[in-house]
C-alpha cells in the first residue's frame, strides 16, 4: 500500500527532505505545524488539492518531522529550521513564493519572511505561533506527548472544536506516525520542559515584525487552545498589510474544521495579488 505522506525528495541545506509539488503555477510553499507524528500530507491534505488547481503547491516535511531525515545531534532551532526552508526554495530554483504557516510553521513563516524579505510573498498566518504569549495547558500538552493511543486522542480533542471529527482510526493512524523510527526521540528533544521558553524562542521581536511589508492573511478558530486568538489578535496590530479572519466554533484545525471557507479564503487572497500584476 502506497503511503501518501511520502512524495517526492531533494536534498534541502544538505537534509534530505521529503516533499510534495503539485500543480503548476506561482509557487505556495505551505508549512506544516509541530503535533506528534504531523507530516506535511497529514496537516495540508485538505488544502492541497484545493491549492493546486491555480498554484503550485510545495508541502515539505520540515527536518524533524514526517519522513525528512533527522541528522543525529541535530540542533533544532528557529535558524536551523529557517535556513531549511530557504534551502528547499533554492534547491528547486524557486526565487520567491507566497507562503502559509500553520501554528509553528506561522512562527517560520514570520522569521523566514523577516530573514529573507526578497524570497516571500503573501504571507497566510493561521493559528499561528510568532509572538510571546503565556504557554497554554493545550500547547503544553501537544509538546509533552508521549506515544499511546489515549495519549493521541486526548490530543485531538484539544485540536478540534467539534469532537466527532476526531475518529478513533484518526487516533491509531497519528499513534502510529508518532513512533515510526527515531520520531519521537527527536519530537521530545525539540520542545523539552520548561516549556515557556519554546513560545518565546519561537517569537519574533514586536519590532521586528512591525517592519514587515508583506499582505498578509491572519486565520484563527476562536475555541483554539494550543495557541491563543491574542496571538493573532497581536499579530493584526503590528503587520500593517494585515486582515484578520477568525473562525466561530473552531479550534487549532482551520483547515479541517472549515476546510471549504479556509480554501476559498487563500485562494481568493492569492488571486488578489496576481490581479493587481495583471
Not at 35 to 58: E, H
Not at 87 to 108: C, P, Q, R, T, Y
Request: glycine content about 8%; some cysteine; aromatic content about 10%.
Amino acid at each position: 500500500m502506497v503511503n501518501p505522506e511520502i512524495g517526492k525528495r531533494v536534498v534541502a541545506a544538505g537534509i534530505p527532505t521529503n516533499y510534495h509539488d503539485i500543480g503548476e503555477g506561482q509557487p505556495v510553499l505551505l508549512v506544516h505545524g509541530s503535533g506528534p507524528g504531523v507530516s506535511a500530507y497529514a496537516n495540508w491534505r485538505l488544502t492541497i488539492p484545493a491549492l493546486s488547481k491555480f498554484y503550485r503547491v510545495l508541502a515539505p516535511d520540515m527536518v524533524g518531522f514526517g519522513f525528512t531525515d533527522r541528522p543525529e545531534k541535530y540542533n533544532y532551532s528557529m535558524d536551523n529550521w529557517v535556513k531549511h526552508i530557504i534551502g528547499f526554495m533554492d534547491a528547486l530554483e524557486i526565487e520567491k513564493a507566497h507562503i502559509v504557516g500553520n501554528s509553528f510553521g506561522g512562527a517560520l513563516a514570520i522569521a523566514t519572511a523577516l530573514r529573507y524579505p526578497e524570497r516571500i510573498d503573501r504571507m497566510v498566518l493561521m493559528g499561528a505561533a510568532g509572538t510571546r504569549f503565556d504557554l497554554t495547558e493545550g500547547l503544553n500538552a501537544v509538546w509533552g506527548y508521549t506515544p499511546s493511543i489515549e495519549n493521541m486522542r486526548n490530543l485531538l480533542d484539544i485540536f478540534s472544536f467539534d469532537r466527532s471529527r476526531v475518529s478513533d482510526e484518526l487516533a491509531r493512524l497519528r499513534y502510529e506516525a508518532s513512533i515510526q523510527p527515531g520520531v519521537q526521540e527527536s519530537y521530545s528533544s525539540m520542545f523539552p520542559a520548561p516549556r515557556q521558553r519554546w513560545v518565546d524562542a519561537l517569537a519574533s521581536a514586536e519590532a521586528d515584525i512591525k517592519t514587515l511589508s508583506n499582505e498578509t492573511l491572519i486565520v484563527h478558530g476562536r475555541e483554539d487552545q494550543v495557541i491563543p486568538l491574542s496571538s493573532s489578535l497581536r499579530l493584526a496590530e503590528l503587520i500593517e498589510h494585515a486582515q484578520l479572519h477568525v473562525f466561530g466554533q473552531c479550534g487549532h484545525w482551520t483547515q479541517i474544521e472549515h476546510t471549504d471557507r479556509f480554501n476559498r479564503l487563500l485562494i481568493n487572497f492569492f488571486n488578489e495579488s496576481r490581479l493587481l500584476e495583471a
